[in-house]
């Protein structure tokens, strides 16, 4: 595109879009955000005004048929991720899409095709933003086989988010909304799957508990009426790779008191503990009995350049590596089978 000015239109403008995604483009020289439509006009109306876009769409199809955009941003609830990812590119637009990429692997198989169909355009997926400074550092140890050959990979993540019953429910509470997507598990996955590209799992299963059923409709809701739940409040999920090792995660909502934010790498040689909450990594050789800090070499932080990333791929032709449709198609894939396992009660569901 040369030095065009790359005009960008935000399909939703939720919590990340106004932290991370407008900020970001408005500090790139030559992108302009240029549009925006939010489920509210009057919501969309007050982004506008307070980052200075300056245009208010009233439809998210008419920012993706819009041909004063060049690009669009999606910030929506996954419910629309795949819908508004297609219409834009049905429509000549580069995608940047908020994860998870759709609401479940058929969406998601639909998103990747029409970005084959479609070379010309650049398809991003936001990633999973948890391990951006430490992944350079994981890839190392795993090349230099220092754990030996991992056995075993472990999430754990609990929260207290959903702790309180009386709280408003969540759009990530309601599969109407979220799709197959329960709780942290998809973002989660995708750093391992970003730390093991050829991470092949044969079969999963998973249990899911629901404690609370029913909680009060969302602040900005148009109905006082308790609306039902139907997302697991915890989960936890096995899987059987196929080289002989297993996962195990564990993901709680509702739990009281300080949460639990790491995943481990266990090996026949050594153990690997990545602490996300304090952002290091811990490390025992086989025999010892204590952890020692890794040290992590500053220069391989990664940091948050989700936007940066999208226009260098636009201009500069870089390929997309965080996170092509492809790589979401992946995690989607393992969402559903677990839920499938979720919903048949823990029986083992294979990953098709």
Not at 264 to 282: H, N, P, S, T, Y
Request: charged share 25%; proline share 5%; with cysteine.
């Amino acid at each position: 595109m040369g030095e065009k000015t790359l005009r960008i239109g935000l399909i939703g403008a939720g919590g990340n879009t106004r932290l991370r995604h407008i900020p970001g483009f408005q500090e790139i020289d030559g992108a302009r955000i240029v549009c925006v439509a939010n489920r509210r006009r009057s919501s969309a109306e007050s982004v506008a005004k307070e980052y200075g876009i300056p245009r208010v769409a009233d439809s998210w199809e008419a920012v993706a048929e819009d041909p004063e955009v060049d690009a669009v941003c999606i910030g929506t609830w996954p419910n629309l991720h795949a819908p508004a990812t297609l219409r834009a590119l049905e429509a000549g637009k580069h995608v940047l899409t908020e994860a998870r990429v759709a609401m479940n692997a058929e969406e998601a198989d639909q998103v990747c095709d029409a970005a084959r169909a479609r070379p010309d355009k650049v398809v991003q997926v936001v990633p999973s933003p948890f391990t951006l400074d430490l992944d350079a550092t994981v890839a190392r140890i795993l090349a230099e086989g220092l754990l030996g050959r991992v056995r075993e990979i472990r999430v754990l993540h609990t929260t207290s988010l959903f702790l309180d019953p009386g709280a408003p429910v969540s759009w990530r509470q309601r599969t109407a909304l979220s799709g197959n997507n329960m709780l942290t598990m998809g973002i989660y996955h995708e750093v391992v799957q970003r730390w093991f590209p050829r991470l092949s799992i044969g079969r999963v299963r998973g249990w899911g508990r629901l404690y609370v059923r029913e909680r009060p409709a969302a602040e900005d809701g148009a109905s006082s009426l308790p609306v039902a739940v139907d997302v697991p409040d915890s989960l936890t999920v096995d899987g059987a790779l196929a080289d002989g090792g297993r996962l195990h995660y564990v993901f709680s909502a509702v739990e009281a008191g300080p949460g639990h934010d790491r995943i481990e790498l266990i090996g026949a040689d050594g153990r690997l503990c990545v602490d996300i909450a304090e952002q290091c990594i811990r490390f025992a050789r086989a025999g010892e009995t204590a952890f020692t800090e890794f040290a992590v070499d500053p220069t391989t932080r990664r940091g948050w350049r989700v936007e940066a990333d999208f226009i260098a791929s636009i201009r500069d032709g870089a390929p997309v590596t965080l996170t092509p449709p492809d790589a979401a198609l992946r995690y989607m894939r393992f969402t559903d089978a677990v839920r499938r396992s979720v919903d048949a009660d823990g029986a083992w569901q294979a990953v098709l």
